[in-house]
């Protein structure tokens, strides 16, 4: 059993920096995490991609976003981030973090919703122009 909460979502302007936080209970080695954000009126979109195994982590974000977020994660913290620079209007939307419901042993993770077992609440992130 994972539990999920993300913080750090609020309001910016066009050009400005959010981090988003997702803090994980449970054991997270070995298991796929994701970040994913609905925007009003789309569907859930998959950001980027983790898993950890032991020490490392291994992680990457989607092309549509490669250049602006990056992603990090404190394995002493059991903590995901989601870094989002140079924000755009067409960000906004509701950002959740998800994991996996098994481990796995690879080091790359797909970013489809059904691999996901586990949804945090979401933090929201608006962005004007």
């Known amino acids: 059993q994972v539990q999920l909460v993300e913080s750090g979502g609020g309001s910016v302007q066009a050009g400005g920096s959010l981090t988003l936080s997702c803090a994980a209970s449970?054991?997270?080695?070995?298991?796929?995490m994701a970040w994913f954000r609905q925007a009003p009126g789309k569907e859930r979109e998959g950001l980027g991609d983790?898993?950890?195994?032991?020490?490392?982590?291994?992680?990457g974000v989607a092309d549509f976003v490669k250049g602006r977020f990056t992603m990090s994660k404190d394995n002493a913290k059991n903590t995901l981030y989601l870094q989002m620079n140079s924000l755009k209007p067409e960000d906004t939307g509701r950002y959740y973090c998800?994991?996996?419901?098994?481990?796995?042993?690879?080091?790359?993770?797909?970013?489809?919703?059904?691999?996901?077992?586990?949804w945090g609440r979401g933090t929201q992130v608006t962005v004007s122009s």
């Open positions: 983790s898993i950890t195994h032991g020490s490392t982590s291994y992680m």
């Open positions: 998800a994991a996996a419901g098994t481990g796995g042993g690879g080091t790359m993770c797909p970013l489809s919703e059904n691999v996901y077992r586990y």
């Open positions: 449970g054991n997270t080695d070995s298991v796929c």
